[in-house]
């Protein structure tokens, strides 16, 4: 050993030719991290209370110019510091979020080629590390070709995964495999294990900016390679010295529950660079959108079209009396008449279809304080509408829309970019050319005081901290597919996006579909869940905006349900997993950030159960009325989805609530103290 890790400072440590070992542990000393450059290969290894979890795994770059950042790089300098704070969200699952962690900073040097910084930070929760190329005599532009990064999973053999494939036609909207490592090809992140210690792990990133995306690439069984989305022309990242690699972050728990709790992924962000964003509003709407996916309406115009005028008041005035903020019209914009899927070139942004009239709009819902969420589909054609944005955000601005939804349908790898030259070249979604290009929307967008809401993302890392406007977004398969999937949504998907997508940050999956069969219950398009299960989703899938998706005359046909739509909120001063298991269920508590009521949550999959839950996080001092929306003693998804038990009583903080969840189903309840006796 070359070297003991001192407290702070930085230390210099002279060339030699025996290994260095850093060592590095999480505040709570469960979570151990070692550095090493033996014979000469940067790698690093994680154990959670003295177990492996990721054995030694490489780490390093590859440039196209200069080669391997990698190998016969050795340990010259190390420093270390500690930190405990605690910072407050401007929305989100829960107001206040704890930072602890020890960071390390590793200086890996080349006698000949230079040298890069390995960032570490250890948290209780997992770790994250980036790379950092600083500027260095010899190094300018650079072209990063491949990452070296491994993931080396300990004893995968008797591992179980939830996962998705990267590099495909239909980008993040697949659904999740469960299965053993060995069917694992090339997967997208957040990529989630259990291992048969019962340890849970997510490997995914934070604070993706001007990179490429991370998939993983599996090699031999268990070695999981970053495998960078590529530009057009081959290569991975076009950049210079002096900039930092996105965070990878292996976030880490002793069971279900501890990892849906996690704030890794968001520490690892930078704070807020926007300055004041008390415009950014977390609410609920309904919206022109529903209809369209089952053939009541259409996008383009005729004798179908969704985005009138008149139906865009009637909504307005069904929001207002119901308590909803905002109204989401998609098709209003000239453009959508035709193969709009493969037509991006002939949209405008500016120019509404005559019977959609943008003014008369929004003056009449800003009288009923209902906004208009705007609208903008891109087909993929990002060019074009980087062309129009500016006028297309200054419009909106003029009519007081402050939300937007952006779409950018195309398949992975078709996003149409033409070039400096008029050359027409296809990206990926998640290339750097598009990583760039979703934050140019949100930072344009933020200038004029608009969130955004995202479909067909770049994937979640927790951006929203730096630029909270960027308010919710899809990536991944959402309602719609229960509309025309094939198939649709199974019982397992939503419990699968708790332990994946989720803990990337808030989907906008648009839930509360309430006429679960409209062709009849033994129609392959329909929604696989029971009623319960739906009301379970405005808990369990976090997201500040949340849409209550169905029909009009379906809420109303059924007003006992719909009162808890009604009731729940979007904006959170605390959320916690009460209890989960991998791939089979899960619950939440989350506490009202305005109000003093909590609102609980829980879904299973096919498999009908029973769940004990204390309610030991509310207030031992206070008394408290619950409304509980259950699964009936008959319900079952395929043959009883509407079956639903509405019941109130009095509970305390040591009661426990004993629930029967069908198959697919699940409950919700809001839960409101009491005046004092």
Do not use: C
Not at 210 to 237: C, F, H, I, N
Not at 412 to 437: S, Y
């Amino acid at each position: 050993m070359r070297y003991m890790l001192a407290l702070a400072g930085l230390i210099a440590l002279a060339p030699s030719l025996q290994a260095e070992t850093i060592h590095a542990q999480s505040p709570n000393g469960a979570i151990q991290v070692e550095l090493n450059d033996e014979q000469g290969q940067p790698s690093y290894s994680i154990s959670l209370s003295q177990k492996v979890v990721i054995s030694p795994s490489n780490l390093g770059l590859v440039f196209k110019n200069q080669g391997e950042f990698g190998k016969d790089f050795i340990i010259t300098h190390v420093s270390r510091s500690e930190s405990g704070s605690q910072w407050q969200q401007p929305w989100g699952e829960r107001r206040l979020i704890e930072d602890q962690h020890v960071q390390v900073v590793a200086t890996f040097n080349h006698p000949k080629k230079g040298h890069f910084n390995l960032w570490l930070k250890v948290f209780n929760d997992g770790i994250g590390f980036r790379y950092e190329i600083p500027t260095q005599k010899g190094l300018q532009q650079l072209i990063v070709t491949d990452e070296l990064t491994e993931f080396v999973i300990a004893e995968p053999a008797h591992a179980e995964a939830l996962w998705i494939p990267a590099r495909g036609w239909n980008r993040y909207e697949y659904l999740y495999q469960r299965t053993t490592f060995d069917a694992i090809d090339r997967v997208h992140t957040p990529f989630t294990f259990k291992l048969a210690s019962g340890t849970h792990v997510s490997i995914h990133e934070a604070a993706l900016t001007d990179y490429a995306a991370m998939t993983l690439d599996q090699r031999r069984p268990g070695t999981l390679k970053a495998d960078l989305t590529p530009w057009s022309d081959g290569t991975k990242v076009k950049t210079q010295a002096g900039f930092f690699s996105p965070w990878r972050t292996i976030q880490i728990s002793k069971n279900a529950t501890g990892l849906l709790n996690s704030d890794l992924i968001l520490n690892l962000n930078e704070p807020n660079k926007l300055g004041d964003v008390s415009w950014v509003k977390p609410g609920k709407y309904v919206g022109i959108w529903w209809g369209m996916h089952l053939g009541v309406n259409t996008w383009g115009s005729g004798t179908k079209h969704g985005a009138t005028t008149e139906n865009t008041k009637a909504l307005i005035d069904f929001a207002a009396s119901n308590g909803f903020d905002g109204v989401l019209v998609e098709g209003w914009n000239q453009g959508w008449d035709g193969d709009w899927f493969h037509n991006g070139d002939v949209f405008s942004f500016t120019k509404s279809y005559p019977d959609f009239d943008i003014k008369e709009i929004t003056q009449y819902g800003a009288a009923k304080n209902v906004k208009l969420i705007g609208h903008h589909e891109t087909s993929g054609n990002v060019t074009n509408y980087r062309k129009q944005m500016p006028a297309a955000l200054d419009l909106y601005a003029v009519h007081g829309v402050s939300q937007i939804k952006t779409g950018y349908v195309a398949d992975g790898g078709n996003i149409k970019r033409v070039d400096e030259k008029g050359l027409v070249r296809k990206e990926w979604h998640d290339g750097q050319f598009m990583v760039n290009e979703y934050l140019f929307n949100i930072t344009e967008a933020a200038k004029r005081k608009i969130s955004i809401n995202t479909h067909e993302p770049i994937k979640d890392t927790g951006l929203r901290r730096t630029y909270p406007n960027w308010i919710s977004r899809e990536g991944a398969r959402g309602q719609e597919f229960n509309a025309w999937g094939s198939p649709p949504n199974p019982p397992e998907h939503e419990v699968n996006l708790a332990f994946t997508r989720m803990l990337a940050g808030p989907m906008d999956y648009t839930p509360g579909i309430f006429n679960l069969a409209w062709q009849g219950l033994d129609a392959e398009n329909r929604v696989q869940t029971t009623l319960a299960k739906q009301l379970a989703l405005y808990v369990v899938l976090y997201s500040p905006i949340q849409m209550a998706a169905d029909l009009p005359e379906n809420y109303l046909a059924k007003p006992e349900a719909f009162q808890f739509i009604k009731d729940v909120v979007t904006d959170w001063d605390q959320s916690i997993a009460l209890a989960a298991e991998f791939g089979e269920y899960v619950a939440f508590a989350r506490k009202d950030r305005h109000s003093s009521d909590w609102f609980l949550g829980g879904i299973t999959n096919a498999t009908a159960r029973e769940l004990t839950l204390d309610l030991t996080f509310l207030d031992m001092n206070k008394n408290y009325e619950i409304t509980l929306y259950q699964d009936g003693e008959k319900a079952n998804w395929r043959t009883n989805p509407y079956d639903i038990v509405i019941e109130r009583r009095k509970v305390k903080a040591r009661d426990t609530l004993t629930l029967a969840l069908a198959s697919s189903g699940g409950f919700a309840a809001r839960i409101v103290e009491l005046a004092d006796e």
